[in-house]
C-alpha cells in the first residue's frame, strides 16, 4: 500500500464542564471554575492562585488533615508565647502561610474559615 498525502491524528481536550459544580473545592483549596480561563471561554488554563492543573475534588479526609494542621500550627503558637486567642486571625492566617511550608499553598479564605471555627470551638 503507498503513502497518504496526510496523517490523521486525534487529539483528546480536557475541557471546562459545566454541570460539574463552580464551587466544588479541589485539594489546592480553590474552587472548580478556578482552574479555568473566565475571560477565554473556560480555557483550561489551570488554577488561577497556585497554577495547579489537575483538579480533584478535596475529600472531608484530606480536609480533615489540613484542618488539624492549623490546629497544631495555632497550639504551637501558644506554646511559643503567643496570645493567639486574642490575635486578629487574618494575622495568624498569614503568620501560618509563611512559617508552615504545610500551609503554604492553602487559600487563605480558606484557612481564615478553620481558624475562626477552631476558636469558637475553644470558647464553647
Ligand atoms: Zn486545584
Ligand atoms: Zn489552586
Known amino acids: 500500500m503507498s503513502e497518504q498525502p496526510y496523517l490523521k491524528i486525534m487529539k483528546v481536550e ?15 483549596s480553590h474552587p472548580y471554575y478556578r482552574h479555568f480561563d473566565t475571560y477565554e471561554e473556560m480555557s483550561n488554563v489551570g488554577c488561577k492562585y ?5 483538579f480533584e475534588e478535596m475529600t472531608p479526609y484530606d480536609k480533615k488533615v489540613i484542618n488539624n494542621r492549623v490546629i497544631e500550627s495555632y497550639n504551637n503558637a501558644i506554646e511559643n508565647g503567643h496570645d ?4 486578629d486571625i487574618w ?5 501560618m502561610k509563611e512559617c508552615d511550608a504545610d500551609l503554604e499553598i492553602y487559600d487563605q479564605r480558606f484557612l481564615y474559615k ?3 471555627d477552631y476558636r469558637a470551638s475553644k470558647t464553647k
Open 14 to 28: 480536557w475541557v471546562y464542564n459545566p454541570k460539574y459544580g463552580d464551587d466544588r473545592i479541589c485539594k489546592c
Open 50 to 54: 497556585c497554577g495547579c492543573r489537575n
Open 84 to 87: 493567639m486567642d486574642n490575635k
Open 91 to 95: 494575622d495568624i492566617v498569614w503568620d
Open 114 to 116: 478553620m481558624v475562626e
